[in-house]
């Protein structure tokens, strides 16, 4: 647990710590796509707010 030696794990807890990284990768893109998109409805708001869009 000290961060070094060589560690060992079986094939299903690989499985399991695979799946979880499959996961957290998703939901990582999910929230980046969420605040992408946010940012442009944010975006549009404001640009029809100033009178830039109808």
Do not use: P, W
């Amino acid at each position: 647990m000290d961060g070094s030696g060589d560690i060992s794990i079986t094939a299903a807890e690989h499985e399991v710590l695979t799946e979880y990284f499959r996961l957290r990768f998703r939901l990582d893109d999910m929230e980046r796509q969420r605040l992408y998109f946010r940012g442009h409805t944010d975006c549009i708001s404001y640009l029809k707010k100033v009178g830039a869009l109808n």
